[in-house]
């Protein structure tokens, strides 16, 4: 698993430079014929999301876990829970720019419970957790308790 950090455009053509290994950090760097630099962590690199920040109208986000067991006590197979589209909002980014410069303001806020598309958005592994990084437009609402 890989997260891409950097402007990527689909079929842009690179130039792989030697992977360089840190402690407890393994990345690639490309360039594109653009000149923009693209750098490819592995996602196993990511000791806490704490130090993972969302840049623009990103929100990173984990989805609430759906119940494993029964009212009465009963345990769930794995296979039989489905997946909740209900997500708690981590972090968000600062947002994006219009034309002009000026920031767009996010629709939601660290905290938030929030209702997102069953399929789509970045998935992203720290340690045994997962989470995932959709663009504030793809958040279908926010739940107010």
Do not use: C
Not at 1 to 23: D, F, S, T, V, Y
Not at 25 to 37: H, K, L, P, V
Not at 45 to 58: F, N, Q, T, V
Not at 95 to 105: E, F, H, S
Request: charged share 25%; proline share 4%; hydrophobic share 40%.
């Amino acid at each position: 698993m890989l997260l891409i950090l950097g402007n990527w455009k689909a079929g842009e053509r690179q130039r792989r430079k030697a992977l360089k290994h840190e402690a407890h950090r393994t990345y690639d760097s490309q360039q594109g014929m653009t000149g923009a630099n693209i750098v490819a962590l592995q996602a196993t690199s990511i000791k806490s999301i704490r130090a993972l920040a969302p840049l623009l109208d990103r929100v990173l986000v984990q989805r609430i876990k759906a119940e494993t067991k029964t009212a009465s006590g009963i345990f769930l197979p794995e296979s039989s829970v489905e997946k909740l589209n209900e997500a708690k909002v981590l972090a968000v980014g600062p947002g994006a720019l219009d034309k002009k410069g000026n920031r767009l303001p996010m629709g939601v806020t660290v905290g938030d419970r929030v209702l997102i598309p069953q399929f789509g958005g970045s998935p992203v592994k720290a340690g045994e957790e997962e989470f995932q990084l959709f663009r504030d437009s793809e958040i279908l609402a926010k739940i107010n308790e």
